[in-house]
């Protein structure tokens, strides 16, 4: 318990300073992105492949400082009915159209509606089977199961044939910055978490059917969730 509250502590934090400097950055970085593209036009060979490594840079702190905002407000916008099948098919063809789930086979199974926002569920699960494809690499699996819950809410799982978790690792997971990946920014689970708080339900992870992870999303029946979000 006291390891949550530092982490929400932490969490509050980061966000409230996200609110006042995202904007700021956001601003130049957008200038420097939209110069870098205009010299990339104008460039080949060497220098080309250089103006490419800042443009992918750029694009890292924009995504950072997306992240950024996003745990800063978790949970804003309407919240409506989201046909969870739908929107996981959804978010894996889009994955898999911006060609970010490799050569890993991705099975989506069961059906389940919750009251959610939409943009801010898609984001979780995004997240959720970003983690799950890169984890289980190529010629890996990532199985999503999607079930109604007993209480009247539902659940979304997420599980891979990676190498799992190390125990070190899982205290540490949903920390704002924690990564083990090279060019991870740290912040997927973290804001896929606060998310899920701000919908009052939460993400859990332990050892799935494949061998891998396992990330399971559960949300609270329509009438709990609603009072989470007003
Ligand atoms: P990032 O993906 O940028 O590293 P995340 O917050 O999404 O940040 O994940 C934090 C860390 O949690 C990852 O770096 C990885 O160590 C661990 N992790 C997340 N998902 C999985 C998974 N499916 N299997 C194994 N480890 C995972
Ligand atoms: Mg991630």
Redesign the pocket.
Known sequence: HQAQLVQHEKLASVGRLAAGVAHEINNPLGVILGYVRILQRKAEGALAEDLKVVEEEAVRCQQIVEGLLDLSRPGQGPVEIVPLRETCEDVVARLREAERLGQVDVRVEGSASAWAQPSRLRQILL??V???A???GTGGTVEVRIAPAKDGGASVS?S?S?????PE?RR???EPF????S??????????QAIAEAHGGRIE?DTGPLG????TLRLPPASAEREAMA
């Not at 060019?183 to 973290?190: D, E, F, K, Q, S």
């Open positions: 997240n959720l970003k983690n799950a890169e984890a289980a997420v891979d990676g190498p799992g978790v190390k690792d540490r997971l949903f924690f990564t083990t990946k060019t991870g920014t740290g912040l997927g689970l973290a804001v896929s992870a891998g992870a396992r990330f």
